[in-house]
C-alpha cells in the first residue's frame, strides 16, 4: 500500500518501521509536488543480528529479527476510534531521531525507541523492578 501527504518537517522522517506484520518505508521531500515518486522498498532484507519483541495480536513477546539498518526496537500503544492497540518492532535510527508522535481524528500514537537486543518489553521492566522492591519490602515488614 502507497499512501502520499503533507507533514510538518518535524514528523516528517526518512527511514522504515518494521511491526513483523508490516514494513514501512518513508521518505520526506521539501519541494512543491516532490512524492510523485513511489518509495523504494528497503535496499536489504538481511537479518543484522539485532532483536526486537513484536506483538501478535495481544501477545507482545514474539522475537522479531531487524532487517537492514532497522537498529533500534520501537513499541507504542496507537488509538485508532477509542480503540488500544499495542504495537512493537524495529526501526531504523533515523525514524527514532525525530518527534514522531501524533493525533489525528480517530488517531493517536507516540512512538518510543530503545537500544538494546530486545529491550521493548515492559514485562521485563516490571519483573525487574519487582525484584529490586520485594527484598526491600521484607526488610521493612520484618525487621
Avoid: W, Y
Avoid at 51 to 57: A, I, R, V, W
Amino acid at each position: 500500500m502507497t499512501t502520499k501527504s503533507c507533514a510538518v518537517p518535524a514528523e516528517c522522517l526518512t527511514g522504515s518501521l518494521n511491526f513483523g506484520i508490516s514494513r514501512i518505508n518513508n521518505k520526506c521531500c521539501t519541494t512543491d509536488l516532490c512524492n510523485s515518486q513511489t518509495v523504494p522498498e528497503s535496499s536489504s532484507s538481511t537479518p543484522n543480528g539485532k532483536q526486537c519483541f513484536t506483538c501478535n495480536g495481544q501477545d507482545c513477546l514474539t522475537t522479531l529479527n531487524c532487517l537492514g539498518d532497522d537498529n533500534s526496537c520501537i513499541s507504542t500503544i496507537t488509538e485508532v476510534s477509542g480503540q488500544k492497540v499495542s504495537l512493537k518492532g524495529c526501526a531504523s535510527k533515523s525514524m527514532c531521531a525525530g518527534s514522531m508522535s501524533t493525533e489525528l481524528p480517530g488517531i493517536s500514537f507516540k512512538l518510543d525507541c530503545s537500544d538494546g537486543n530486545l529491550c521493548n518489553n515492559a514485562r521485563s521492566l516490571t519483573v525487574s523492578l519487582l525484584l529490586l522492591v520485594a527484598p526491600l519490602l521484607s526488610v521493612a515488614l520484618f525487621h
